[in-house]
């Protein structure tokens, strides 16, 4: 029985949301507006031009302009909404023609009594695909999916979640190929694409076994002893599509094979399409559209009111994370309208400036550690990979000449404050407990003391690629 709980209990991650967007407008009333000017680089980047930063006039965003911005957030996010809606509704086709549950039971008989195995298995899988190719929100509509699998073979919702997204993320921070961040990163900074492969395949590697130590670890508890799982006594909605012995006894039927062939066909589009031929958002929500309907048809000879049923109740269960999008994004629509973004990213890289001619001989790795932690600030304002690339690499880049360490680790410092810290800030918190449909405290609670020690990790491979000259 569990005990009902007294005091403080955490607001909802809408309420927290909007109380951080009411921080965001006070500070446009605190912070002087200011702006780099920008221009277009050889490879059609609107950039920064280093040393342009110049103080504008103030315009702090009023109470009306606080939720105007709101809607703006919505609008600017529309097409990350819908993608995350259309990548779920494809995988929902799977889970009701049964496919998915048939395509996991075949996996689990494979492993026998290692069912366990499946936890680094898949973040090894995530993990490869997202430093390669940068999948990252082509994995949304899998963690509900996994979400309701982890449970089922007595795990909790996290652990189905981290499965996933942790796995991905990390490879995404860990790139070794990422176009969307290094390659715009080394594009800008004068770095030839991609630089140091050895190097960085190395950093994969130790991050994505830290990832998985630390899931696996936090599993085998949750699984030994359920009262251990930081979801212990919170009321959750999970939806299981089958328990592990329907799982375990799940055998695909000619119509589910050609199903599976049918994702594995999507699977390489995402792939080729995303590496060849620059397909990102919306050409990502159309294949998947197309690939609902293909499955839908190919699985179950579904008819248009049944699509349409499943359409809307896969809208429905994604609804309430896809919405985080939206109402996160209204933080840096606020910082954006009331002019302070790039002040911040002024006032961070100041301090590394000073501190090249005051060190001596340690400057170079107190800088380089310095500007990972300049970078990991400025992913809480600029959640953007390219676009955070676009307007600090023409600052860092040249900063790095005067600090007296090579652009290629500038690029390093940017790939990791840009990328692990994705799931410590706001954005990545709200976003991946609402697609979970857990508080967000919870997992917070889980993916914070992973960041500390991912944070050292960074730090001893700064100092590494210092040493090295990287």
């Given at each position: 029985?569990?005990?009902?709980?007294?005091?403080?209990?955490m607001?909802?991650n809408y309420?927290?949301?909007?109380?951080?967007?009411?921080?965001?407008?006070?500070?446009?009333?605190?912070?002087?507006?200011?702006?780099?000017?920008?221009?277009?680089?050889?490879?059609n980047?609107?950039?920064?031009?280093?040393?342009?930063?110049?103080?504008?006039?103030?315009?702090?965003?009023?109470?009306?302009?606080?939720?105007?911005?709101?809607?703006?957030?919505?609008?600017?996010?529309?097409?990350?909404?819908?993608?995350?809606?259309?990548?779920?509704?494809?995988?929902?086709?799977?889970?009701?023609?049964?496919?998915?549950?048939?395509?996991?039971?075949?996996?689990?008989?494979?492993?026998?009594?290692?069912?366990?195995?499946?936890?680094?298995?898949?973040?090894?899988?995530?993990?490869?695909?997202?430093?390669?190719?940068?999948?990252?929100?082509?994995?949304?509509?899998?963690?509900p999916?996994?979400?309701?699998?982890?449970?089922?073979l007595g795990?909790?919702?996290?652990?189905g979640?981290?499965?996933?997204?942790?796995?991905?993320?990390?490879?995404?921070a860990?790139?070794?190929?990422?176009?969307?961040?290094?390659?715009?990163?080394?594009?800008?900074?004068?770095?030839?694409?991609?630089?140091?492969?050895?190097?960085?395949?190395?950093?994969?590697?130790?991050?994505?076994?830290?990832?998985?130590?630390?899931?696996?670890?936090?599993?085998?508890?949750?699984?030994?002893?359920?009262?251990?799982?930081?979801?212990?006594?919170?009321?959750?909605?999970?939806?299981?599509?089958?328990?592990?012995?329907?799982?375990?006894k799940?055998?695909?039927?000619?119509?589910?094979?050609l199903?599976?062939?049918?994702?594995?066909?999507?699977?390489?589009?995402?792939?080729?399409?995303?590496?060849?031929?620059?397909?990102?958002?919306?050409?990502?929500?159309?294949?998947?559209?197309?690939s609902?309907?293909?499955?839908?048809?190919?699985?179950g000879g579904m008819?248009?009111?049944?699509?349409?049923?499943?359409?809307?109740?896969?809208?429905?269960?994604?609804?309430?994370?896809?919405?985080?999008?939206?109402?996160?994004?209204?933080?840096?629509?606020?910082?954006?309208?009331g002019?302070?973004?790039?002040?911040?990213?002024?006032?961070?890289?100041?301090?590394?400036?000073?501190?090249?001619?005051?060190?001596?001989?340690?400057?170079?790795?107190?800088?380089?550690?310095?500007?990972?932690l300049?970078?990991?600030?400025?992913?809480?304002?600029?959640?953007?990979?390219?676009?955070?690339?676009?307007?600090?690499?023409?600052i860092?880049?040249?900063?790095?000449?005067?600090?007296?360490?090579?652009?290629?680790?500038?690029?390093?410092a940017?790939q990791?404050?840009?990328?692990?810290?994705?799931?410590?800030?706001?954005?990545?918190?709200?976003?991946?407990?609402?697609?979970m449909?857990?508080?967000?405290?919870?997992?917070?609670?889980?993916?914070?003391?992973?960041?500390?020690i991912?944070?050292?990790?960074?730090?001893?491979?700064?100092?590494?690629?210092?040493?090295?000259?990287?």
């Amino acid at each position: 029985m569990t005990k009902s709980k007294t005091g403080f209990q955490m607001p909802h991650n809408y309420v927290v949301i909007f109380s951080i967007i009411i921080l965001a407008a006070i500070l446009t009333w605190v912070i002087p507006a200011g702006s780099y000017d920008r221009v277009q680089d050889e490879q059609n980047y609107t950039v920064v031009v280093d040393g342009s930063f110049h103080y504008t006039e103030a315009t702090p965003v009023g109470p009306f302009e606080l939720f105007e911005s709101m809607a703006q957030g919505f609008n600017e996010v529309a097409d990350i909404i819908f993608f995350i809606i259309f990548a779920y509704a494809w995988i929902n086709i799977l889970l009701i023609n049964g496919t998915f549950n048939a395509m996991v039971g075949g996996i689990m008989r494979s492993l026998g009594d290692k069912v366990e195995l499946l936890i680094p298995v898949l973040m090894i899988c995530f993990g490869i695909l997202g430093s390669t190719m940068g999948m990252a929100e082509e994995t949304y509509g899998l963690i509900p999916a996994f979400v309701g699998i982890a449970v089922a073979l007595g795990y909790d919702a996290i652990v189905g979640g981290a499965m996933v997204y942790v796995g991905a993320a990390t490879g995404f921070a860990s790139a070794t190929l990422n176009p969307f961040t290094i390659g715009v990163a080394m594009g800008i900074a004068g770095v030839e694409y991609p630089y140091g492969i050895v190097f960085r395949v190395l950093i994969l590697v130790v991050f994505e076994a830290v990832a998985i130590f630390y899931v696996w670890r936090y599993a085998r508890k949750v699984r030994a002893d359920p009262t251990k799982s930081l979801l212990y006594g919170t009321k959750l909605e999970i939806q299981i599509s089958a328990t592990r012995e329907e799982l375990e006894k799940a055998h695909m039927n000619f119509r589910q094979k050609l199903c599976c062939i049918c994702f594995l066909i999507t699977v390489f589009f995402i792939v080729y399409g995303t590496t060849q031929w620059g397909w990102y958002i919306n050409q990502l929500s159309a294949l998947f559209i197309v690939s609902m309907l293909v499955t839908a048809v190919v699985g179950g000879g579904m008819g248009p009111n049944d699509i349409a049923n499943a359409f809307v109740q896969a809208a429905r269960d994604m609804m309430f994370g896809a919405l985080v999008v939206g109402l996160s994004r209204g933080i840096v629509v606020v910082l954006t309208n009331g002019g302070v973004i790039d002040t911040i990213i002024y006032g961070l890289s100041l301090p590394l400036a000073g501190m090249a001619t005051t060190l001596g001989s340690l400057s170079r790795y107190v800088c380089a550690i310095g500007m990972l932690l300049v970078q990991n600030i400025i992913n809480c304002f600029v959640g953007s990979g390219s676009g955070q690339a676009s307007a600090v690499m023409p600052i860092m880049a040249p900063l790095s000449d005067l600090i007296g360490i090579s652009r290629q680790t500038a690029v390093l410092a940017f790939q990791f404050g840009d990328g692990y810290s994705n799931m410590f800030w706001p954005n990545g918190i709200f976003l991946i407990s609402g697609l979970m449909n857990i508080p967000a405290n919870k997992w917070f609670r889980f993916v914070a003391p992973l960041f500390g020690i991912m944070l050292v990790f960074q730090m001893v491979f700064m100092c590494i690629a210092v040493a090295i000259g990287f």
